[in-house]
């Protein structure tokens, strides 16, 4: 069974922090990259982090490097992205997404699985 559910978004200003997180089924967990995505109004969806569940393998964008960490508790099935030092143009929903293939991890186009996102909203 396919699942991916966010939680953790919420409303901060800017310099402020928020930590989300996606539970995934057991199946979905084990396919390998997970990554985390927004989508801005009006915005293409991009990758923001992506981490492999079988060995820690991190890729961040480099808009948020310093800033975000992505990791994982494998007895929870949970993938975390921290996110520190909050800017306004980090507003957007946020997604987890998975995958079984290759390719970039963060082009959301190699990615299968998505969850159903949870906003962010950063405030100056």
Known sequence: QVQLVESGGGSVQAGG????SCAASEYTYS????GWF???PGKEREGVAALYTGGGITHYADSVKGRFT???DNAKRTVYLQMNSLKPEDTAMYYCAARRGAGPPLLSETYNYWGQGTQ???SS
Do not use: E, K, N, P
């Open 31 to 34: 396919t390998g990259f997970m």
């Open 120 to 122: 962010v909203t950063v």
């Open 70 to 72: 992505i990791s994982q």
């Open 38 to 40: 927004r989508q801005a």
């Open 17 to 20: 922090s928020l930590r989300l």
